[in-house]
């Protein structure tokens, strides 16, 4: 006890500091860091910037997957990024038939015969006769004439339509007279017409007067109708 009052009797505030100041420069500030111990949690949001990363240390698994987008890269770099194109796929298997269409507009409408008959004894001069519903068309007609009188003879033949006459088929033929058989007239005609509303096309033929010596024979009438008819005046 008489020691321990001798040395603290001798302790003052200025030896307490000059020891701890002395105990401080020798020591240094230096701290000891665990192994591990600083991790995601103790690093502040956005510490570890572009300028702390050294070139070329990053690899394609320190990368989330899809944290690049496409507008991220480069133009180089995305067109590196297309790889070469690859083989043809197989040929699929045939599809459905589909359904059959709607019939189209070119249909046909004839009529024809062979028997021979005097134009005085045709019903009202028709020689061939079709109905056909309205629009566009092309019609065509044939008949073979005789004429078995002692002098000539002119019948004539026409058209018509549910519109009345069709422009342009009318023609008179002239047969001589007596003609052997083979040696008949011929009336033959095309036209191009449009028929507002359905109806019956005519071939007629006739003598005026009525003549029982002229002789039609064979005879036809064929009307094709069509998607569209441009006609030239």
Request: net charge positive; glycine share 12%; charged share 15%.
């Amino acid at each position: 006890m008489s020691r321990l009052r001798a040395l603290t009797s001798r302790l003052t505030y200025g030896n307490v500091v000059a020891s701890l100041a002395l105990f401080v420069a020798l020591g240094g500030t230096s701290y000891a860091i665990a192994s591990n111990s600083v991790g995601t949690k103790q690093l502040k949001r956005n510490a570890v910037t572009s300028s702390k990363v050294r070139n070329g240390t990053l690899r394609a698994r320190d990368i989330h997957k899809a944290s690049l987008g496409a507008d991220r890269l480069t133009a180089a770099a995305r067109a590196s990024l297309t790889g070469q194109t690859g083989p043809k796929g197989a040929t699929g298997l045939t599809g459905a038939k589909g359904a059959t269409g709607a019939a189209g507009p070119s249909n046909t409408y004839a009529s024809a015969t062979e028997a021979g008959v005097s134009i005085s004894a045709l019903p009202g001069t028709i020689a061939r006769e079709v109905t056909v519903p309205a629009g566009d068309y092309v019609v065509s007609a044939t008949a073979a004439l005789d004429n078995g009188q002692a002098q000539a003879n002119a019948p004539y033949c026409s058209l018509t339509g549910p519109n009345g006459s069709i422009k342009g088929t009318y023609e008179t033929l002239k047969l001589a007279a007596n003609l052997a058989q083979g040696e008949a007239g011929i009336y033959s005609t095309t036209v191009g017409t449009t028929f507002a509303v359905a109806g019956a096309i005519q071939l007629r033929c006739d003598t005026s007067p009525d003549n029982a010596n002229v002789q039609i024979s064979t005879r036809s009438l064929v009307a094709v109708k069509v998607g569209a008819l441009t006609t030239t005046p």
